[in-house]
């Protein structure tokens, strides 16, 4: 399936057109295109006049994000896709990682101490 930009609007599932439709006959194509796409007109039966390369972008964007920016600020390598945008989260969250000021817990100073089970209280 691919992901078209019609109807406008729609969710992304209502929007899913079967690949093999490309391969159809002319006539049939542009049947079930129009069908699909709920155009009123003449529909153009060129895949790329119909694929909606917004959501290519932002999914290929996120996939981006998750394989190679976030991980490489994490190892504080600057960003190697720059037409990528870091989310505005990943700084903070590598500043307060890479903090030399923590501030410690309670449960750090302390340590638990089984009391023996013949004493009174």
Do not use: M
């Amino acid at each position: 399936f691919v992901v078209t930009e019609r109807p406008v609007g729609a969710p992304v599932c209502d929007r899913a057109v079967p690949v093999q439709i490309f391969a159809a006959e002319e006539r049939q194509k542009a049947h079930f295109l129009k069908k699909w796409t709920k155009e009123v007109g003449a529909v153009d039966t060129d895949i790329r006049d119909i694929l909606d390369w917004g959501y290519y972008k932002q999914r290929l964007t996120a996939a981006i994000l998750k394989i190679i920016a976030i991980p490489a600020a994490f190892q504080h390598i600057r960003n190697p896709v720059p037409r990528v945008a870091l989310p505005d989260w990943l700084a903070r969250r590598v500043q307060a990682e890479s903090e030399k000021h923590k501030q410690r817990k309670v449960t750090q100073y302390f340590q638990r101490v089984e009391k023996p089970k013949d004493q009174p209280l």
